[in-house]
């Protein structure tokens, strides 16, 4: 319980803190941070998060890398789905205050809330092949990434940056393509208050993530000692 209520808290910072940026403040007139500040957001939630949690519950703050992480055998499947589940709800509370946010100034207008999407929902026009392609490497490299940094003999007390600053870098690729997800939990947070076409594509940012996540968790199984471990942790 007190894992998943760290999941919860945790996911609720990486939607309110990435998507938060890019609704907020990304477009703002003449001081807007456009993409390299929702970049940089998004890998902040995470850094701070993984210090904050990273001892209690390993601070995956999203399904794909819970996944990632017992395919890799790191992380115990009875923790799974309590994880999942956790990881969507905290998404979703994260989006609500967040709207709760937005909807506060005069003339407001939903738009796209910072969603997911492909086509004439990307923000470059990218096709569903591109954002497929871009969503399952960008998800293999940042969970990939994660593994390395949080394997027994990495150096410790820097996994956190390691992942913060590998999940800027995934953001600062793929935001022209897909506005990034390589979390299911964050794209379903925002599609639910979108609905419509955004609820239409979920489905790529769910089969894309996860294929990303199992591809990494294969191949780093296979190329690593294999250390099986309850719950992956961040050490600080």
């Known amino acids: 319980m007190k894992k998943a209520a760290a999941e919860f808290i945790g996911t609720m910072w990486l939607v309110l803190g990435g998507c938060g940026s890019a609704v907020l403040a990304a477009a703002f007139p003449e001081l807007g941070i456009g993409f390299v500040g929702v970049s940089l957001a998004f890998g902040l939630t995470v850094l701070s998060m993984a210090y904050a949690i990273g001892h209690i519950s390993g601070c995956h703050l999203n399904p794909a890398v819970s996944i990632g992480l017992w395919v890799g055998g790191r ?3 009875k923790d799974l789905l309590p994880y999942i589940v956790a990881q969507v709800l905290g998404g979703i509370a994260g989006a609500g205050i967040l709207y709760l946010i937005a909807s506060g100034k005069p003339g407001f ?10 086509g004439e929902h990307s923000p470059g026009g990218y096709s569903l092949t591109a954002a497929l392609v871009t969503e399952l490497v960008m998800t293999f490299m940042f969970i990939f990434i994660i593994l390395g940094s949080t394997y027994p003999k990495a150096p410790a007390g820097l996994a956190g940056i390691a992942i913060g600053l ?5 953001h ?3 935001i022209p ?6 979390n299911p939990a964050r794209s379903t947070s925002q599609a639910i208050f979108v609905g419509g076409w955004a609820i239409e594509q979920l489905w790529l940012f769910w089969v894309a993530p996860i294929a990303g996540a199992i591809l990494a968790g294969l191949v780093y199984q296979f190329i690593s000692p294999n250390e099986r471990t309850e719950t992956v942790v961040v050490k600080a």
């Open 109 to 118: 207008e939903l738009g796209g809330f910072a969603a997911n999407g492909y």
């Open 75 to 77: 992380f115990d499947k």
């Open 166 to 170: 590998c999940l800027t870098l995934v």
């Open 172 to 174: 600062l690729i793929s």
């Open 177 to 182: 393509v897909t506005n990034t997800s390589v």
